[in-house]
């Protein structure tokens, strides 16, 4: 077995079984302003929204988890045909593993289960400089992947005892890859920056999964691999504040410990179109199979519906119009970092009364 494939098996082993979620996403800092008089019925509610093309029934995915070894290719298909059935999209791992053994393709091909969804592949950013853009392409294109995640995770591969270290031509390779394919840039627990984002946009970046702080931390799960413990475990930009920060730029999945629909939507408020979770789908799997994670994302866009309704919401779009009230550290976040929070507070036109 490649060591690429045994540190897939060993990844999937520390999720499940360790504690791996660290820091604060600051979701905790931002309270929706509750509309006691929402004038809508619950059932005119409609959660559908669009992102890259795509239809969707509830703004979620399934984001990145596996690929690459047998155990991995199970998985993909059972949350991938439940993401299909829900409507919502899907994230393969990282596909390094199939550019280097195309004998392990089939553990990525999810189209068989779900023929009309979105699917987004993977590649470590590091690793485009082993692999041209037209490599990538074949490689999306053989497994029927819609765009390909870049996930910029320089955190991670600093603690990894195998990690590449060489992110010196990043943005260069990314933006021959967006010239090719559709790029969606993701980070992996550590967040995005605004500074960052503006680069990335320029580089010709579609989208942009921030993986914030405040959910799995993948230097903390290498870190446990290790057997050694890191400082750094709780670096990095919270979501919510990620989120803050990148918005207005290009559209933001939000990624990083949401682990409710009310999570889901305070981010969705924030500014995000979509929102990803891989954890809690992992261990749903894990606990339960296909049923649990169907039980428990429905659960979720359970909650993000009561959310709209109780800000008087029709659609995710509105939602992103609501009013909200944000303290604590979120606060002290945007103030030190020049985001006005002022418009958060007051953004949607009363009724008008009629009669």
């Known amino acids: 077995m490649t060591a690429t494939k045994t540190r897939k098996l060993e990844h999937l082993d520390v999720c499940v079984k360790k504690s791996v979620e660290t820091g604060d996403t600051l979701l905790g800092d931002v309270r929706l302003v509750h509309n006691c008089l929402p004038e809508i019925s619950m059932a005119e509610i409609d959660t559908g ?19 690459g070894v047998a155990k991995a290719g199970k998985i993909n298909k059972d949350l991938a ?57 074949s490689a999306l294109k053989a497994v029927g992947a819609d765009g390909i995640c870049v996930h910029l995770n320089p955190a991670q591969e600093a603690v990894q005892a195998e990690g590449d270290l060489d992110f010196s031509h990043v943005l260069r390779n990314i933006n021959r890859l967006a010239g090719v394919v559709p790029v969606v840039a993701k980070e992996v627990g550590n967040g995005v920056c ?16 921030v993986g914030g702080l405040g959910g799995t931390s993948w230097v ?14 709780d670096w990095g930009i919270p979501t919510a504040a990620s989120v803050m920060e990148c918005h207005d730029l290009m559209p933001v999945i939000a990624t990083g410990g949401i682990r409710t629909g009310l999570d889901a939507a305070k981010a969705v408020a924030l500014g995000a179109e979509l929102c990803g979770v891989a954890l809690p789908a992992l261990r749903w799997y894990a606990k339960g199979g296909k049923k649990a994670v169907e039980l428990g994302y429905t659960k979720m866009i359970r909650e993000f519906r009561t959310a709209m309704f109780l800000t008087g919401s029709r659609t995710p779009a509105q939602l992103r119009d609501a009013n909200m009230v944000i303290g604590g550290q979120l606060a002290n976040w945007a103030d030190a970092r020049g985001i006005s929070i002022r418009h958060y507070a007051y953004r949607r036109i009363p009724h008008t009364v009629i009669g």
């Open 49 to 67: 929204t669009k992102f890259l093309g795509k239809n969707f029934s509830a703004p979620f995915m399934i984001t990145a988890i596996t690929g």
């Open 81 to 137: 045909s439940v993401a299909q059935k829900l409507g919502i999209g899907f994230g393969l791992g990282s596909q390094r593993a199939m550019l280097e053994d195309d004998g392990v393709k089939g553990t990525y091909c999810v189209r068989d289960v779900a023929p009309s969804i979105l699917v987004l592949g993977n590649i470590g950013a590091a690793q485009l400089e082993n692999y041209n853009a037209l490599e990538i392409k």
């Open 194 to 209: 605004r500074e960052a984002a503006i680069d990335l946009k320029n580089a010709g970046v579609k989208a942009l999964d």
């Open 220 to 233: 903390r799960v290498d870190s446990l691999r290790a057997k050694m413990e890191s400082p750094f475990c």
